[in-house]
């Protein structure tokens, strides 16, 4: 069963009750670099959904989306880097995704002030769908191969 199929059978533990997701090591694309900035962009979704940071204190949201924006920007460039050097075939089309989720992020940036706390919560979980569910394990998992190192 894929990941993905797992995580919706419920072959992969549920979250803590406080988190939207939690990192399983099943998630590894075999490269040590792009699984710990998976690792943060999964942290940062937790801490925006959240709130709160992991030591419990209150988070400026978009100052966190920011943050979330910083480590998202390397992350997609890292990865790219790897898939060229790796000659990976769907290159060009994973760097669309990449600039697509980016966009969104920017989108969600601009429009988070206005935004109130249901609405905000509703559009975070459906971003970490979106980059977690809809690409981590999906685009990145097809094509671990040229990620592994
Ligand atoms: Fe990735
Ligand atoms: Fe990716």
């Known amino acids: 069963m894929t990941l993905l199929g797992r995580l919706l ?4 533990p549920p979250p803590p009750p406080d ?9 590894s694309v075999g490269n040590a670099l792009l699984d710990n900035e998976h690792r943060d ?35 997609f460039a890292n990865e790219e880097a790897v898939l060229a050097r790796h000659r990976c075939p769907r290159l060009d089309s994973h ?5 697509v989720l980016w966009s969104e992020l920017s989108t ?5 002030p206005a935004m109130d706390a249901d609405t905000r ?3 975070l979980a459906s971003m970490l769908r979106k980059i977690v569910l809809g ?8 094509d671990q191969d ?4």
Request: aromatic residues 6%.
């Open 19 to 27: 988190d939207l997701i939690h990192w399983d090591e099943a998630y």
């Open 41 to 75: 962009i999964v942290a940062v979704l937790n801490d925006l959904y959240r709130g709160r940071g992991t030591d419990g204190r209150p988070l400026d949201p978009e100052h966190t989306l920011a943050r979330l924006r910083d480590v998202a920007e390397v992350h």
């Open 146 to 149: 040229y990620l592994r190192e």
């Open 121 to 123: 919560e509703r559009a």
């Open 9 to 12: 059978h419920g072959a992969v």
């Open 108 to 112: 969600l940036a601009a429009a988070m």
């Open 95 to 99: 760097q669309s995704e990449h600039r």
């Open 135 to 142: 690409h981590i394990l999906v685009a990145d998992m097809r």
